[in-house]
């Protein structure tokens, strides 16, 4: 991809440098580039102020951006001062995507200053340009960075930080193929202008890298006697550092942008304010310096007016309850609560309030009540019913402008919903979510086979198997038509699991042909790779272990050839000590199982003994994986008929594992009880589910199914223990789950 990176720089401030490459990014997007703007003006960043009628996080609080990704690339190299592990952040994981008013091929991604949290000025502070050049190879580092946004964008366009830092030299000597340099006609800024001129000229010979274009764009001439003398007086400094202008004069004149009194009063986007085809306008000053960037004709395009006005409304100084709304992020859960619920009352109480507010806090209430769950049912209940009811009509009101929050809104509802038992609602909004997420930019597909999962998901829970593969096998393919090495690290990490949940479902069907080829097409996936990301490790073991399973089932006589291969792969990928002992975990709990099933009982106690390594539960309950393998080992009891080693096992499982009941640990108690008529697994499982916060409700269903199985096997004399289980579950009351999907 041709791409081009322009740098804005100015030597003093308030010469509308970032107001001029945040509407010349504007002028490309609109007409089919692709644009990444860069805010480097690190110690005093602003660039988003300009952006935040489109930007999801406008005020910085939440999003990452250059300052993380500099000191992320530091603590791996160091190792932190905790000597703690510190993950690589993949640049495009910082990339924030506005949403435009507009359809078309161009798009416009903004990657900011960094999160604007306390710590922010720490950073910037603790930062020697020197010493990251000198000792850490800061300009491989960024020279890496910019041939990634070289081959995902055609224009990348910098905006630097004024003056003569070391970050600024950066910004102007290192990276940019062009500079344009924003000045105001007077002496020290067109003095000081010149030299920095002639220093980038001069550092580039001097390092033996081309020269870079050189332009000075005069901003805020006003019509007055003296700026042809300070006209002159720029052309006497610089005629000689750019050459490449054969009359400087006429070029700084073509270049001139006017002084528009309302630029001063806040950040705000030409579009907002002026038409296009209105000659002499800040729009059409923009749109011509674009086009000289572009090296082609950039024309203004037409935008409904009404539609702009709605974006324009969401800027925290038209409703100053939009930037409270973006700090609550950062306040406790009490007192975040308090607040929604006090606008929430506003809202219902209010006749004429702005859909812009009501969308905003609508997506904000839903989300808190996820995160709220089940420590404050009722709170997060009405938040979750009133915050979506807000989301409606906001969306009812601008489908266009809101589509991508709404999206987001009916996945937070569909999460809540199927924490609360209410699959089939959560299945509709699951389902809508998934149709609106359709945007043409480069983030939103890997957002659409997320969302899929959830979908998928909901469909098996309410549907079945059979109708949710389909949504299975869409979700794959989904991630097969991703560019997974230009997203995070976090998408390579879901396309695995794609892969692996696809194959659980052919399992599932028992479809193990097809189940099998899904899983070799994701371990080749994995063994192309020449290191896999940390966050990608545990799904690569997962597989590896679905791998073993379904390759004994279907080969159960190449059974030892097959625990080779998937140890000499695991060994060859796998660098993580906990990832490797689930493995083997998994894989000694699956050769015992192929033991089983051959009758060979003594084998099958020899595979699963390395799993006796500790006799304190309490330190087993640390390991991943422990509940598989205290299940293991009561299957292998109950086939040896050692019922009294088996409820030992069951009771282990029960007292210290810190998950839920699984369907697996519900068949080996009815069949322990079958065997001994004793239900006192069941008994120690119910009570300690049941505790002050009362039981989710799907493991109160199951639970209660397991009751109703057990009073028909168990003798009269133990159905009152039973029937008491029973009345204890129902005073417990259901409660929404604590398991969810990730949004």
Known sequence: MKSKVTTFYSYKGGSGRSMAMANVAWALATNGEKVLTIDWDLEAPGLHRYFHPFLEDPSQVQSLGLMDYVWSYIGQLTGGNAGRDFDAIDPASLVQELQLPFEGTGCLHFIGAGVQDDNYSDKVGGLDWGTFYGRFGGESFLNSFMDWARSNYTHILIDSRTGVADSAGVCTMQLPDTVVMCTVYNRQSIEGTAAVARSIARNRRERHRSDADIWIVPSRVEDRNNVTAARLHCVKLLKDTLRSETNLAAQLRISEIKHYPWCSFEEKLAVFEELPGDNGSLLDAM??????????????????????????????????????????????????????????????????????????????????????????????????????????????????????????????????????????????????????????????????????????????????????????????????????????????????????????????????????????????????????????????????????????????????????????????????????????????????GVHVRGNRMDDALA?????????????????????????????????????????????????????????????????????????????????????????????????????????????????????????TLERAGGRPSSSSVEA
């Open 287 to 592: 749109h011509r310096l674009a086009s000289r960037i572009s090296a082609r004709t950039i024309s203004p395009i037409n935008i409904d007016s009404t539609l702009l006005t709605n974006y324009w409304r969401r800027a925290a100084f038209e409703d100053p309850r939009l930037a409270e709304l973006d700090a609550l992020s950062s306040a406790p859960d009490s007192e975040t609560v308090a607040k929604l619920v006090h606008w929430l009352d506003e809202a219902v109480t209010g006749e004429h309030d702005r859909q812009d507010w009501l969308g905003a806090l609508g997506l904000a209430c839903v989300r808190q009540a996820n995160v709220l769950g089940e420590i404050e049912g009722r709170a997060a209940e009405f938040l979750s019913d009133q915050g979506f009811e807000l989301a409606c009509i906001a969306y009812a009101h601008d489908r266009r402008g809101y589509r991508s929050r709404f999206a987001s809104a009916l996945q937070a509802r569909a999460d809540f919903l199927q924490r609360a038992g209410h699959l089939e609602e959560a299945l509709k909004h699951a389902r809508h979510a998934v149709k609106l997420i359709d945007a043409k930019s480069r983030i939103a597909p890997w957002r659409r086979a997320r969302a899929f999962e959830r979908f998928a998901e909901l469909t098996l829970a309410t549907r079945g198997p059979v109708e949710a593969l389909p949504l299975y096998k869409k979700m794959a393919s989904l991630f097969d038509g991703l560019d997974l090495q230009n997203l995070p690290a976090s998408a390579i990490n879901d396309a695995l699991r794609a892969q692996r949940l696809l194959a659980e479902q052919h399992v599932q069907l028992e479809d193990h042909i097809s189940a099998l080829a899904v899983v070799k097409k994701a371990l080749g996936e994995i063994q192309q790779q020449r290191r896999i990301h940390r966050r990608s490790i545990p799904e690569a073991a997962n597989l590896l272990g679905l791998y073993a399973e379904i390759s004994m089932l279907v080969f159960p006589e190449n059974s030892a050839n097959i625990l080779s291969e998937v140890r000499s792969i695991a060994e060859a990928v796998i660098d993580s000590r906990s990832s490797a002992a689930v493995l083997d975990r998994k894989l000694a709990i699956i050769e015992s």
């Open 607 to 727: 595979a699963i003994a390395q799993l006796n390594r500790s006799n304190d539960p309490k330190a087993l309950a640390a390991e991943p994986q422990l509940d598989e393998t205290w299940e293991a080992q009561a299957v292998l009891s109950l086939s040896f008929q050692r019922y009294a080693e088996a409820q030992g096992f069951l009771t282990d499982r029960i007292r210290h594992s810190t998950r839920g009941p699984s369907p697996r640990l519900c068949e080996l108690i009815l069949e322990l009880i079958k065997h001994t008529g004793d239900p006192q697994p069941l008994y120690d499982l119910i009570l300690k589910r049941v505790g002050p916060g009362g039981i989710d409700v799907h493991e109160q269903t199951m639970l209660s199914q397991v009751l109703a199985r057990a009073m028909e096997i168990l003798q009269e004399d133990k159905r009152p223990v039973l029937q008491f289980l029973r009345e």
